[in-house]
């Protein structure tokens, strides 16, 4: 059973520092990019970062470049985003993805999400 369990997730001050990590299961870790995402309240959902399988290669949104960072274990099939100087327009549902394609076709998992929300 694929499983994909976000954690980490809370209220936090503007300038504030957060996290997030996301425990994966039931597939082969190591073969997938892994990505979080963010959907705020009547917004698009939208890529925030993503690693490679084997996390030499990383990518961001522009809004966030410079203060997140996606980072890897594939040790302990968990892919994590640590969140710096937060702002009030980064509150939304963080989720994480699994995604693999291959010459079989593509695959992708999403974990349930978790709230961040950024607030004085």
């Known amino acids: 059973q694929v499983q994909l369990v976000e954690s980490g997730g809370g209220l936090v001050q503007p300038g504030g520092s957060l996290r997030l990590s996301c425990a994966a299961s039931?597939?082969?870790?190591?073969?997938?990019?892994m990505s979080w995402y963010r959907q705020a309240p009547g917004k698009e959902r939208e890529l925030v970062a993503r690693i490679t399988n084997g996390g030499g290669s990383t990518n961001y949104a522009d809004s966030v470049k410079g203060r997140f960072t996606i980072s890897r274990d594939n040790a302990k099939n968990t892919v994590y985003l640590q969140m710096n100087s937060l702002k009030p327009e980064d509150t939304a549902v963080y989720s994480c993805?699994?995604?693999?394609?291959?010459?079989?076709?593509?695959?992708?998992?999403w974990g349930q999400g978790t709230q961040v929300t950024v607030s004085s």
């Open positions: 993805n699994a995604h693999s394609s291959t010459g079989w076709g593509t695959r992708d998992y």
């Open positions: 039931g597939f082969t870790f190591r073969s997938y990019f």
